[in-house]
């Protein structure tokens, strides 16, 4: 799909607009059209999607995940970290989160994907602002489908802006979308720097990023992924479903075996209320364990 490229503009900082919401709505019809349309399932992709001094400077906000405010999500089927907390953030990622949470913003999801009365998730349940460093990596996935501290909230709609000014296509790190059968790829999309993906979240929407990382170790994969959701009465639960692609023989096996432990992971979560952030630090703690070992 060719990158749509609005102008810029809504809420401001410093005299910056971060979104141009004039633009977007004076050519829904044809974004909703072409988001309807997409294969392997809905979803649009747009270049300069913020304004770009606003979304460089939200790049350059970012502290190195080692920080006690970024949670550590390292096992087989992913290498990454996530700050959920935007009390620790800088005034520019605040402020495109402020614009993207938004009642104009959600209004325009809404007539961009025709799912109606979409709800935003104000504690960023699994989202805020993500990382991966050098190695990192997602495996293919359909991510969860009810909110685990909202029964009836189903997931519907995700948001990401890529927030990489020095991104290279060596560095790999594309976001692939695979068909709803999981027999080949259908696109790439690059994670360059004021790049938007929006995209519907069912059962079978697979994607992810699984080649790992071939970023300079001072670099990292930066971006903020919003999740949007409607309340229905008896939405199906099902925690994420990783899958591997076709060809990867042994690989198979441990990604399969870990979506088993997640699992179990995700119903304690629901049921006891289990937090990311005392997981993360078990899973911080084994990873230093296991890069000690390697080193040693």
């Not at 009642?103 to 999801?109: C, P, S, T, Y």
Request: charged share 30%.
């Amino acid at each position: 799909m060719t990158p749509i490229t609005p102008d810029a503009s809504s809420e401001s900082l410093s005299g910056h607009q971060v979104l141009d919401f004039a633009d977007l709505e004076t050519r829904l019809p044809k974004l909703a059209e072409s988001y309807r349309a997409a294969e392997p399932f809905p979803h649009i992709v747009f270049d300069e999607f913020l304004d770009p001094d606003i979304a460089r400077a939200a790049a350059a906000e970012f502290d190195p995940p080692d920080s006690d405010e970024w949670n550590s999500f390292v096992h087989v089927n992913e290498r990454k970290y996530s700050n959920t907390a935007p009390e620790t953030w800088g005034s520019a990622s605040r402020s495109i989160l402020d614009v993207l949470q938004s009642d104009r913003f959600v209004k325009f999801l809404t007539d961009l994907t025709g799912i109606e009365d979409l709800l935003r998730d104000d504690a960023l349940e699994g989202g805020g602002l993500h990382q991966s460093r050098r190695g990192g990596f997602l495996n293919v996935h359909a991510d969860y489908t009810v909110h685990p501290k909202h029964r009836h909230w189903r997931r519907r709609v995700n948001v990401l802006v890529y927030l990489n000014p020095e991104w290279r296509d060596e560095y790999g790190g594309e976001l692939e979308l695979w068909s709803r059968d999981m027999k080949h790829k259908v696109e790439s999309v690059a994670p360059t720097c004021n790049r938007a993906v929006i995209f519907t979240t069912d059962m079978d929407s697979f994607h992810g990023h699984p080649d790992p990382l071939q970023c300079p170790e001072d670099l990292a994969r930066r971006s903020l992924a919003l999740y949007y959701f409607t309340e229905e009465t008896a939405p199906v639960v099902r925690s994420t479903e990783y899958r591997s692609r076709p060809g990867e023989g042994w690989r198979a096996v441990p990604i399969y075996l870990d979506k088993q432990l997640l699992r179990g992971y995700d119903w304690t979560k629901r049921r006891i209320g289990l937090s990311d952030e005392a997981t993360s630090k078990v899973l911080r703690r084994i990873d230093r364990l296991r890069r000690r070992g390697r080193s040693s």
